[in-house]
């Protein structure tokens, strides 16, 4: 029987139409005033969508590419620096400064909880020379969402403290205004709500974090900043650029843009309530005590391999991802980030409850499409 | 009047319509077998290309990424090392060397030139500590062919030393194998005659070159080889990988492997001849005396603008490049490495001899077509 298959991973996420039709193009050449008026485009969209007036640089990378250039352009090796720690991402910027020669504060964070606002502080207390506080704005491997406003104003404080924020899966997601928040370095990826493929990373610092750039000490090429800040100023770049997602990133912004950023984030929101209390209903227990709104971590029932779960769903038509590291067969991530509507939650809803029938793990059919519905139908 | 755009750039070069066909598709995820299974295709494939049965690393970034990466895995801060300094790559081997520490030896050439086999024994006789030769294979800049043969034999001879060797514009024009060659670390790039966007790259190593993994000690993360060896032998990527850039790579490893590697070198080899001959049978003066067979570098005429030439070329159809640094508004660059055939060479001959006639210089209309087809006629 045709079951076709529907992508609600964490990223990639499903490409819109607009997008597609620009990646299935031709290719232009890059040294030409067609693509700079684009690549410009594209610059001041990205700053729209952000909410500011500075520099917003792209980089041929994935996501990764970017956190290591706001470790290589920003900090100098020796730098005492706080690492919010609360899953695979924030070991990540662990990994980065450590590489780089930075002296980490690890403050570890169980899995699926956020950090706690008197522990920030007394790190503070006991560092108030740290140069820079590491966290994700959502991490994507405990679906958990940190709040970075309070870290902004913790960073303020201090005497020359940068507010690093990996933005990967919540930008495009969440209102993310760096400028409001006191983020001082921002960073994103091309395969999460900015609806693309990968390859294309976005590098935002405020004013703070530039004077830092004649400062670090840290060897950079590829990912140079001050070389890209003045390439990209004259709406070129260093290095051969990712043409083909540039062009298709104009496509998506204007999509976020018509939409409204407001909007956007009211609708992710929406698609993220109702996709948490649908498997609330379906007697699921969530991952994370702060759940983040670009995807839903869920633990599989008692008894019942996450993994095997994720096979029958996929059987039925629908991709969803799993834990990783020790969480590894446990849980279930479902993602409704970027091009995403409520039937598509409704969809995936009706998809688990089947899935979990066949599991063995017995839900009455239709309870938690109706709970999502219920949900719906007061913002619609 | 209706005038379609031609492109003749030394990359981003057309993309074959199989290649955008694969390209304007929807996403699928990294994590799955699908995904495993092409990854592995297109590994394999690479293999093919360049007669090896040694990985082929892939990497999310443009082709200076991938050179980047030869440094920092390969060697360490105070290495003794000899750039072949031959045009603009050349200059970014030795920034790149020098950013990240090395000791360079920077044998500068005149653009156009190549190299001479006594002056590097000479070098290497007064320096036979050099732990490395990096060289362009074919220097884009000034349109330039380096023999690596020759430096592979210099090289094996040293004690420790490798021979690195950008790619970018040779891998798919020449039969470019590195075991034959004594090729140590060889580079390419996507938007050359891989026939792709922008946005991925390729690296080989040797097992001698293997060895230094281990030892060398520059930081590295984003580019850290022996961390993506692991992962891409198990048909993954450490981070998230270009994925419709891969998709798009096993459709056009495909064609080229179709064609066959010694017909595509004999394809641009006489593409090549016969925009040579064509533009010297139109008066102009050849920029290299070792041309290479991606690109063909010619000198405006005497008294003619090269960028305003390019403008007029441009208005009647066919994009061409120039020069860069030194060589701005002296030199076109007609490329032919790719997806060309005979037919496009004629064409934009055809169009030159249009374009100069129209800037003022008078040639015979159809006298560099006429060489091109005497040359081509031969061929087929």
């Not at 990967?168 to 205004?177: D, F, K, L, N, R």
Request: proline share 4%; hydrophobic share 40%; net charge neutral.
């Amino acid at each position: 029987m045709l079951i076709k298959e529907r992508l609600f991973t964490p990223g990639p996420v499903p490409l819109p139409p607009q997008v597609i039709k620009a990646l299935g193009q031709q290719i232009i050449h890059h040294r030409t005033p067609e693509f700079t008026q684009i690549f410009k485009q594209v610059r001041e969209k990205l700053q729209k969508l952000l909410d500011t007036k500075r520099d917003v640089l792209l980089f041929s990378s994935s996501g990764t590419g970017a956190m290591e250039s706001a470790v290589l352009n920003f900090f100098s090796t020796g730098d005492k620096v706080l690492v919010i720690n609360a899953g695979k991402f924030g070991q990540r910027w662990k990994e980065l400064a450590e590489t780089f020669g930075l002296n980490v504060i690890d403050y570890s964070i169980e899995w699926g909880k956020t950090y706690s606002r008197e522990k920030v502080e007394e790190i503070v207390k006991a560092n108030p020379d740290i140069k820079g506080i590491f966290v994700q704005q959502s991490e994507t491997s405990t679906t958990t969402y940190h709040d970075v406003d309070f870290l902004g104003s913790v960073s303020a404080r201090l005497e020359d403290c940068l507010l690093v924020v990996d933005g990967i899966t919540s930008v495009g997601v969440y209102e993310v205004y760096p400028e409001k928040s006191g983020i001082d370095i921002l960073v994103t990826g091309s395969q999460k709500a900015l609806m693309l493929p990968p390859g294309l990373s976005v590098l935002y610092f405020s004013q703070k974090a530039e004077k830092r750039l004649e400062k670090s000490n840290i060897p950079r090429y590829y990912f140079d900043v001050k070389k890209e800040l003045k390439k990209q100023r004259e709406g070129q770049t260093a290095y051969t650029p990712a043409i083909s997602l540039i062009i298709a990133l104009n496509e998506s912004l204007n999509l976020m843009l018509e939409e409204g950023i407001k909007q956007l984030a009211e609708r992710h929101s929406l698609l993220a309530e109702a996709t948490r209390e649908a498997v609330k209903e379906l007697g699921l227990k969530l991952l994370s005590e702060s759940p983040s709104n670009s995807a839903t971590g869920v633990y599989a029932p008692e008894g019942i391999n996450g993994d095997e779960l994720r096979k029958i769903l996929l059987s039925l038509g629908f991709r969803v991802a799993g834990g990783q590291d020790h969480l590894k067969g446990k849980i279930l991530r479902i993602a409704h980030m970027g091009y995403f509507d409520f039937n598509d939650v409704i969809q995936v809803i009706a998809g688990l409850e089947l899935a979990l029938n066949k599991a063995g793990y017995s839900v009455e059919l239709g309870k938690g499409v109706k709970k999502a519905q219920e949900i719906i139908i007061k913002n619609i």
